[in-house]
């Protein structure tokens, strides 16, 4: 493994902030970390990176301790959310700054700098000066710096955290390309799912300065291990259930579930997809209270009428019903999930 770490442990005021985390990344590998504030994703980077002592465990890199090692002799490269780019410098001159920090002389930093725009989607900037770029140029520019040392671990902390929806959308789509043809070894935090899932080979979902989840993007979306994992990827549908057998006795009635579901007391999660609405007069009667348009479906919100938990479902535009018609539900066995 390129990167391990072990037991990382590190305490703020004596509260564990990363407790005990086992963590180990392949050789151009892509790792995302994701979680919420405060969940220790950005002081996991920061011990990576020699940036943050841990208070227990230890870091390694090709198998060797970093213990004492500081950040610039680790041979990683860092991209922080703000790009943190040299103002009184050109962008030729803030990729240089990475070329010069790997010992490169003058007319080797001219190649490699205009090689490094080009690979990034800038060719010719090297003279624009970097107050006149926009924020998808300024993050371009800050990646062409973190990869001029070539660096055996590529860390990005929120990389595209202050770019618009479709910018960061396309970005991480050239992102992924980008690692890929250059085989660059990639660990990266961030609070976007949809960032996270486009980008990875492997989702780190983290709780409270743990590990509550590991696995590839399509692993961790279909069978998240908890409640927590299953709300913080936004799905709703979420329930306590009594599983025997191929049925689940839940506040919604008796639903279906896997024939190898875990059995016994368990919560239980209902994919928006797997909530289907049939005849108000058959399954589960219930009313629309809102819909919500998603781009490719709508969420349609519904209330049960015997008062139990709220439902969503996923419709096509025109299927959806309007607010206050009453429906039907029934479930789909196939987007059911019992949780561990």
Do not use: Y
């Not at 059995?263 to 049939?278: E, F, H, I, K, N």
């Amino acid at each position: 493994m390129l990167l391990s770490l072990q037991g990382a442990t590190v305490r703020f005021g004596g509260r564990a902030v990363l407790d005990a985390v086992d963590l180990a990344v392949a050789e151009h590998e892509i790792v995302c970390v994701l979680g919420p504030s405060g969940s220790g994703k950005s002081t996991l980077l920061r011990a990576v990176a020699g940036l943050q002592p841990l208070d227990a465990g230890r870091v390694a890199l090709d198998g060797r301790d970093q213990a004492g090692v500081p950040a610039h002799r680790r041979g990683v490269g860092l991209m922080f959310q703000d790009h943190q780019l040299f103002p009184q410098r050109d962008v030729g001159g803030n990729v240089a700054f990475g070329l010069r920090m790997r010992g490169a002389d003058k007319k080797e930093q001219g190649v490699e700098v205009r090689e490094l725009l080009e690979l990034v989607g800038l060719p010719g900037a090297a003279r624009r000066a970097v107050a006149g770029l926009s924020g998808g140029e300024q993050q371009r520019v800050a990646l062409a710096r973190a990869l001029a040392p070539r660096p055996r671990l590529l860390m990005l902390d929120e990389p595209l955290g202050q770019l618009d929806r479709s910018l960061r959308e396309r970005l991480v789509v050239e992102l992924r390309e980008l690692f890929g043809r250059l085989g660059t070894t990639v660990l990266a935090v961030t609070h976007d799912q949809g960032e996270a899932f486009a980008l990875a080979d492997r989702v780190v979902v983290m709780r409270d300065g743990r590990i509550a989840q590991s696995g590839t993007p399509l692993e961790v979306w279909q069978r998240p291990v908890d409640e927590f994992v299953a709300r913080f990827l936004g799905f709703d549908n979420v329930v306590p259930a009594t599983v025997a057998g191929a049925a689940a006795v839940t506040p919604w009635g008796k639903l279906p579930v896997p024939e190898d579901a875990p059995q016994g007391t368990r919560s239980l999660l209902v994919r928006p997809a797997g909530v289907r609405l049939v005849a108000a007069a058959e399954g589960l009667r219930c009313t629309v209270t809102a819909r919500t348009f998603k781009g490719t479906h709508v969420a349609v919100h519904l209330r049960p009428e015997d008062g139990g938990p709220r439902l969503e479902a996923a419709c096509a535009l025109r299927a959806a019903p309007e607010v206050g018609q009453e429906t039907g539900v029934e479930f789909d066995s196939t987007e059911i999930v019992v949780l561990g």
